[in-house]
C-alpha cells in the first residue's frame, strides 16, 4: 500500500484543528497537515527546550509545538499586526502564554539583535528571507540544534518539477540558493525531504564545536 499526505492523521488538540482550519479559510498560512505532523514528530525525538519560530501567523502552529513539549519555552517572531495579535490571543486561550516570548517586527531586524542559545528552529517566514537570516541562526542555535526549514520546494517549482511562474523566479532562485548554502556548509548537515511543500533539515555542527 503507497502512503501519501493524505492519510495523514494528526494526533493534536480537537481545539486547534478547527482553528486551522478556520484560519485557512480566511487565507491565513498555516502549515499544512503532513508538514505538522512531522515538525511535531521531529519535536518529540529531539525533545528541545528552547524554541525558536519565524513566521507566527496566528500562532497555531507554535501552540502545538508547545503542547508537545510541555517543558520547552519558544519565542516566534511575526511581521503582520493582526497575525501578532490573533495569536498571542491564541496563545492566552491554549494557556501557554507564560512560555512564549513573541515578537512584532522584521525577523532579520529582530534576529540581528537577539541573543541565547535555542535547540530548535522552525524557519516558516517569508521564503525568499531565509539566506538573510541564516548567519544569525547559526550563531544563535546550540551544538546538534535542528533547523527545519519549511516550503522550500514550492509547489514543485524549486526542485523544477512544475514550470515557475514568470512572477515567481526571483523567490524560487532565492530558495534555491538557501539550499545551495545549507547543503555546502560544512557546518551544517542538511536534507531535503518531499514532506508537504518541501523540508529542509539541518543539524547545527560547528567546526569549533561550541
Given amino acids: 500500500m503507497k502512503y501519501t499526505a493524505s492519510l495523514v492523521k ?99 531586524e529582530i534576529l540581528a539583535m537577539m541573543d541565547g542559545e535555542f535547540d530548535f528552529v522552525f524557519l516558516d517566514g517569508p521564503k525568499a528571507q531565509y539566506e538573510k537570516y541564516l548567519f544569525d541562526l547559526k550563531r544563535m542555535m546550540k551544538t546538534g540544534a535542528l533547523l527545519f526549514a519549511d516550503d522550500v520546494l514550492l509547489y514543485g517549482w524549486v526542485s523544477g518539477e512544475e514550470p515557475t511562474p514568470q512572477k515567481r523566479h526571483s523567490i524560487v532562485d532565492k530558495i534555491r540558493s538557501y539550499l545551495d548554502v545549507v547543503t555546502s556548509d560544512k557546518e551544517l548537515i542538511t536534507s531535503v525531504l518531499n514532506v508537504g511543500d518541501g523540508v529542509a533539515l539541518s543539524v547545527y555542527k560547528p567546526q569549533n564545536n561550541r
Avoid: W
Fill in 10 to 108: 494528526l494526533n493534536i488538540d480537537e481545539r486547534i484543528s478547527a482553528r486551522r482550519a478556520e484560519a485557512l479559510s480566511r487565507g491565513i498560512p498555516v502549515a499544512d497537515d503532513e508538514t505538522l505532523n512531522f515538525l511535531l514528530l521531529m519535536l518529540d525525538a529531539t525533545k528541545p527546550k528552547r524554541i525558536l519560530e519565524i513566521g507566527t501567523a496566528v500562532g497555531l502552529s507554535s501552540v502545538a509545538m508547545l503542547l508537545q513539549c510541555p517543558s520547552a519555552r519558544l519565542t516566534t517572531i511575526e511581521l503582520e499586526e493582526d497575525r501578532y495579535l490573533e495569536a498571542k490571543q491564541n496563545f492566552s486561550d491554549f494557556g501557554v502564554t507564560d512560555r512564549v516570548n513573541a515578537h512584532l517586527g522584521d525577523a532579520g
